[in-house]
């Protein structure tokens, strides 16, 4: 976030007029308020809030704050600040969190903040965010992106009774560090609403929007808002088409919950809570430790294919197997001669695990350009020596986390597998393969998808903490039956692998009712 930064690194996405209105309507209702627009950028926001106190009736000069960083940006904001009437002074150049004690106490903030990652934000940067906090320091958590500093601060600067309506990315609800922040809001607004953006409105960005629209600022007394998320589509056919106002209520939510939980139809959270209260269900995190796989620090240096270890003249003493992609996950098993027949194929699954830097083969390899690159990436810096990566034994079965067809695979190869999968170790009671076939199962399906995060571009994902969660069906299968669903995995047979996995565990294994069994595949069907 320097003055001088790129518009990624500063986050400049600018607020399309049609958001910017519907904000600006929603938020100012009346023609004498103090409108602040923290990160004002040209000025989108602040443009919709000076129409709007102009229709409220407001003659003169319009009571508007904007600050910002960019000065290129800055200098179109006092422009517009000019064509509306207003000083100059209203306008402010430089970082919003070394200016709060020029600013005045708001009736509203709109706000736009950027969307910068934690480690693309300066340290110094981020000390002066976190001294501005004061009292709301601790809500932010380390790794935060930009904006969830500027959503803890802003409530500091609005009055009594004050609104917020600020664009946010879809990571206030899929992210760790968003959830602190929502609950702080909750416990100083009277009322949370969000609207979920279903669309593009920063086609530019990966992330999808959230709008939210905090009203009713008080002091922290105890009281909690009801917190409630709409969805709405995006874009719109006409752009005057965009009304964030509705008469129909939205979903009520907890600060944590995640945006498909959320969404999800009250039918299929009540087979949830059934599910939880059945003995033949465990959550994976009570049959296995779940962990995260191997973190090489810099995978294009770490993995090599069979021409590349033979051109390097590395033996097998110094590589080990490996498995790094989901698309070689044919079936329920990841075997030998699945990974044999990849590396045939030319695939990089040869993990260098130097035994020691004295061979010639090691040598010839630590001494290229990109070893150098390696070494210099903040993972490898950190260990000793830097070319080995850390690594325990292999897994008996691997998680796959991200997207819609998470699942368990048994891994027979007994392949390392990288930070693309979770580690499942130390399994009670129940084979690899039983977990296998069980993670095709309608249980795990609803399971897995109402405790995955929604990240842009509608991408599932689940963190650590979710897959420990994910419920799980237990039941032993025969090995002829595990082959059965194998077989169909192979083949693409993705749907009907998972309705034999229904029948063989749910139905003649645990032995459900097919009416129970439909609601539950039906509840699977029904999340995002
Ligand atoms: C996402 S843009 C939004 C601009 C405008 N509010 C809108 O809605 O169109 C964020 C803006 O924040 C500015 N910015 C980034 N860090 C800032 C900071 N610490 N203080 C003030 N402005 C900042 C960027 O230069 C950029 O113009």
């Known amino acids: 976030m320097k003055a001088s930064g790129s518009r990624r690194e500063r986050g400049a996405y600018f607020t399309p007029q049609a958001v910017a209105e519907a904000l600006a309507n929603w938020a100012i209702k009346s023609r004498s308020e103090i409108v602040l627009d923290p990160s004002a950028g040209r000025g989108h926001l602040l443009a919709a809030a000076e129409k709007r106190l102009r229709d409220l009736g407001r003659k003169r000069n319009p009571l508007i704050w904007g600050v910002e960083l960019h000065g290129r940006s800055f200098q179109k904001l006092v422009t517009s600040f000019r064509a509306w009437g207003i000083s100059d002074k209203n306008a402010l150049e430089g970082d919003f969190f070394s200016r709060v004690a020029d600013l005045p106490k708001c009736d509203v903030a709109l706000m736009n903040p950027p969307y910068v990652r934690h480690h693309d934000i300066p340290t110094a940067t981020k000390d002066t965010m976190v001294n501005a906090l004061n009292g709301t320091r601790g809500i932010v958590d380390g790794r935060a992106s930009a904006w969830a500093y500027f959503l803890a601060l802003i409530p500091e600067l609005l009055k009594a009774g004050g609104r917020i309506a600020a664009v946010l990315p879809t990571d206030l609800l899929a992210s760790d560090y968003g959830e602190p922040v929502l609950a702080y809001l909750q416990k100083v607004f009277s009322t949370v609403n969000l609207i979920y953006c279903d669309g593009d409105v920063f086609p530019a960005l990966s992330q999808q929007t959230i709008l939210l629209l905090a009203d009713g600022r008080h002091k922290d007394d105890g009281r909690k808002a009801d917190m409630k998320l709409r969805r709405v589509r995006y874009p719109v056919q006409g752009q005057d088409d965009f009304s964030i106002t509705s008469k129909r209520n939205g979903k009520t939510f907890s600060a944590g919950d995640t945006l498909p939980r959320i969404l999800a139809p009250k039918s299929a959270l009540a087979i949830e809570a059934r599910l939880m209260k059945r003995s033949d269900v465990k959550s994976i995190g009570d049959i296995a430790k779940v962990e995260l796989g191997y973190v090489t620090g810099d995978n294009g240096f770490f993995h090599l294919s069979t021409a590349d270890a033979k051109r390097f003249g590395l033996s097998d003493t110094h590589l080990t197997k490996a498995l790094t992609r989901e698309r070689d996950l044919l079936g329920v098993r990841f075997t030998a ?24 083969g090691v040598r010839n390899l630590l001494k290229r350009k990109a070893a150098e690159e390696a070494h210099n990436s903040h993972k490898c810096d950190i260990r000793e020596p830097w070319w080995r990566v850390p690594l325990v ?8 986390y991200m997207g819609s067809k998470a699942r368990i695979v048994s891994n027979t190869a007994r392949a390392q597998v990288s930070n693309s999968f979770f580690r499942l170790t130390t399994i009670k009671d129940l084979s690899p393969n039983d977990l296998a076939v069980a993670s095709l199962t309608s249980v795990f399906r609803l399971s897995a998808g109402l405790n995955s995060r929604l990240l842009g571009g509608g991408l599932l994902k689940l963190e650590l903490s979710d897959a420990r969660r994910v419920l799980i069906a237990t039941h032993s299968i025969r090995s002829r039956d595990i082959r059965r669903v194998d077989n169909l995995l192979r083949a693409g047979q993705w749907d009907d692998a998972c309705q034999l996995a229904d029948r063989l565990i749910l139905e003649r294994g645990l032995g459900w009712s097919k009416t129970f069994i439909d609601s539950v595949r039906l509840a699977a069907s029904q999340i995002q």
Do not use: F
Not at 339 to 349: F, H, I, T
Not at 393 to 400: C, K, N, T, W
């Open 393 to 400: 034994d292999p897994p008996r079965a691997l998680m796959v």
């Open 337 to 360: 001669a699945d990974w044999k027949r990849r590396m045939k194929e030319g695939a990089r699954d040869w993990l260098l695990t130097p035994t020691n830097g004295q061979s010639r």
